[in-house]
């Protein structure tokens, strides 16, 4: 076998081990197809309560939609409208969903002080994390840090440029949210009842299942990401799972996950080992996950409270606890794993001035 189907076999095992989906269907039926795009297997199973015609139609139209999503925002793609941006520093008249997706992630890398920082291109080749390192020296770490940060991405009417030549986006941690997103909608549009698409690490549910029953979904243990530590159910909206079991090397014993903390320039040693993160958002959910994971639970409520954002998070730290962020009922989340405890994120505590 070459490298490249060996890195391939590897990848779409690492990248399958994330999210189980329940296969208990409770009546439902499903036309269930997969892909493999945005270098991640794409699983579609969309109910065909109604017949199996607009299923069929919609998993067709979303090969063709996954394509589009690929040649605009994959990083390894020659040809990709991110390569190009990447590459010549500008793109003039850019696909709108392409726009739109940079200017969220400058929004939500803002909103995270850059802990989500969508311009870590340099920073990621230097590590190689998918190559299996090895691990870079000190100088082109900081070589590298020195071209990043989104006050380099510069959005003008019709237009994005980097204001670096050095500079290079990267969109790994938001643009699979983004897409599962579009592909929902799509198959909505196509008359798909209800349904699910899963990019292993982010996924959308759409429509109501016929029996109103939610999907439940199984959080890795990251011990052992072959088994589940819990599930979670979810109804509607998006959920992003970031983990440092998902793409890492090791070398002399130590774990170097692809997770980097713009801060350090290092792969992210916050405290959490994975975060699920659900979000009405796609690219939120999956933003926020990467994001949270490198700021740790400690910081989590601060981001909890920005009313510029909305989601809920299940934390899993490094000591095996499982946070709940406080609006997610904790009845939503089942314990398959008695070696974790449950527990609720603390609210931060409001000062509020006492009446002299
Ligand atoms: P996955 O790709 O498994 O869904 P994430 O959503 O957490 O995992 O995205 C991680 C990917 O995003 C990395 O492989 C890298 O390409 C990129 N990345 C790594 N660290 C960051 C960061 N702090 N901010 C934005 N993108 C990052
Ligand atoms: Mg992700």
Not at 23 to 32: D, L, P, S, V
Not at 51 to 80: F, I, M, Q, V, Y
Not at 87 to 114: F, Y
Not at 222 to 246: C, F, K, M, N, R
Request: hydrophobic letters at 40%.
């Amino acid at each position: 076998m070459t490298d490249r189907i060996v890195r391939s076999l590897f990848l779409l095992l690492l990248i399958t081990a994330l999210l189980f989906l329940s296969a208990g269907c409770g009546g439902q039926t499903y036309e269930e197809t997969t892909f493999f795009a945005m270098d991640t297997p794409v699983t579609l199973r969309y109910g065909t309560s109604g017949g199996t015609d607009a299923a069929r139609t919609a998993s067709k139209n979303a090969g063709t939609l996954l394509k589009e999503w690929e040649s605009l925002c994959s990083a390894h793609d020659p040809d990709s409208a991110l390569t190009v941006l990447n590459e010549t520093g500008s793109l003039t008249t850019p696909d709108e969903r392409l726009a739109g997706l940079i200017e969220e992630a400058v929004r939500v890398s803002g909103i995270t002080n850059g802990a989500f920082d969508p311009t870590l291109g340099p920073l990621i080749r230097v590590w190689n994390i998918s190559g299996g390192g090895p691990v870079p020296g000190e100088d082109a770490i900081s070589e590298a840090l020195a071209h990043t940060g989104c006050s380099l991405i510069r959005l003008t009417d019709g237009e994005i440029r980097l204001a670096d030549p050095s500079a290079s986006l990267d969109l790994g941690a938001i643009a699979k949210g983004a897409a599962a997103d579009a592909l929902a909608e799509a198959a909505a549009d196509d008359g798909v009842p209800y349904g699910l698409v899963s990019f292993g690490s982010s996924m959308t549910v759409f429509g109501e299942k016929p029996d109103g029953s939610p999907y439940k979904i199984g959080i890795r243990d990251p011990d052992d990401p072959a088994s589940v530590l819990g599930y979670i159910t979810l109804t509607e909206g998006s959920l992003s799972v970031s983990g440092d079991y998902e793409r890492y090397f090791e070398e002399d014993g130590v774990r170097y996950h692809h997770i980097l903390d713009p801060g350090t320039g290092t792969p992210a040693r916050s405290g959490l080992r994975s975060v699920a993160v659900l979000s009405p958002s796609g690219a939120d959910a999956d933003a926020l996950s990467t994001a949270l994971f490198v700021l740790g639970a400690d910081q989590v409520p601060n981001l909890y409270n920005d009313p510029s954002l909305s989601f809920e998070a299940v934390l899993v730290t490094g000591d095996r606890r499982v946070i709940l962020t406080n609006g997610l009922d904790p009845a939503r989340f089942t314990l398959a794993n008695s070696d974790y405890s449950v527990e609720t994120l603390p609210l931060l505590e409001l000062c509020f001035p006492q009446e002299p």
